[in-house]
């Protein structure tokens, strides 16, 4: 059995009869999972052994063995509330399988296309504004091609989403605050809001090319602020900033328990990860902003700004 994770193959062995492979693809997992689809085919390039068991541990770790990682775990099967580390180790694995052929996993992320047909990428740290930009891009009528991971590669000299999470969770008030409406599908236990976009064949067949980002905007944005003010980030704070966005899912910065692993850098990721930095460095360092304040004002400004 084999599912694919923002272009990863991912294969499974051992103990499987009780629908394991099948937890990845729900709701709560294709939260964090980018672009989850099953019946693969083909050689994997990461191969798990899964034993059952109540608790959740990873005790075999190879790399680049004959070409992929393999691991071997002990787990119960994936569920939100219950057993939720396997989603997180799963995407670490997948984040570093990618980053070998270089599809650059960036955490933290949302992508929006714009009116000229390229992207907006948002990236924050958690609660800065993400999903109500995602909200507001919806409303507007504008394609979400990500909702908090992003899967992207270098070509040509730019920057392209390739992929990305199709889950959305937001926050209801940002409907009252901004006066927006947008169709939901489920409620999180908390109130939460969550719309499904894996249907939006539009977003599918945008993702089939790729989508050139032509912005990229660090976001701290909130709904008690007033107005939005812009600071643009160039040289070396662009490789910086975008060092921990584009590192933190294979380093483990995403928690899970019981501890997530410490996984090695080899020499083809670091040479991919190299060339997009230094890409967003060269390319992005004019159009790569800070954005403070409402998150309407932040929307408004951010698609005013958009290249012709």
Request: proline letters at 4%; aromatic letters at 12%; one cysteine or more.
């Amino acid at each position: 059995m084999s599912i694919g994770i923002g272009g990863v193959n991912v294969g499974f062995t051992g103990e499987l009869d009780d629908g394991f492979e099948k937890g990845f693809g729900s709701l709560f997992a294709r939260r964090y999972l980018p672009d989850v689809s099953t019946g693969l085919r083909g050689r994997s390039d990461v191969l798990i052994e899964r034993f059952r068991g109540e608790t959740f541990r990873v005790f075999s770790a190879v790399y680049d063995h004959l070409g992929r990682d393999e691991y071997k775990i002990e787990s119960a099967v994936p569920s939100a509330y219950g057993n939720e580390a396997p989603v997180f180790f799963i995407l670490q694995a997948a984040a570093r399988a990618g980053a070998k052929v270089g599809r650059i996993f960036v955490t933290d992320s949302v992508g929006v296309v714009a009116r000229n047909g390229k992207a907006v990428l948002f990236v924050g740290y958690p609660h800065t504004g993400k999903s109500t930009m995602s909200v507001l891009a919806l409303a507007s009528g504008m394609p979400v091609l990500s909702t908090e991971n992003t899967v992207v590669e270098v070509r040509d000299g730019g920057l392209y989403i390739v992929g990305g999470t199709d889950v959305l969770v937001y926050d209801p008030r940002v409907e009252g605050i901004y006066e927006v409406e947008v169709p939901y599908d489920e409620q999180t236990r908390s109130g939460y809001r969550i719309k499904d976009l894996r249907g939006d064949d539009r977003r599918r067949r945008l993702l089939e090319g790729g989508v050139e980002i032509d912005m990229i905007v660090l976001l701290h944005a909130a709904f008690n602020c007033m107005e939005a003010s812009f600071s643009r980030i160039t040289g070396r704070k662009v490789r910086k900033t975008l060092w921990y966005f584009s590192t933190a899912l294979m380093k483990g910065l995403d928690y899970y328990e019981p501890m997530p692993l410490h996984v090695p850098m080899s020499e083809g990721i670091s040479k991919n990860l190299r060339l997009f930095l230094e890409t967003a460095s060269e390319n992005y360092s004019g159009r790569m902003f800070e954005a403070f304040g409402n998150h309407r004002a932040v929307f408004e400004r951010v698609f005013e700004m958009e290249s012709p």
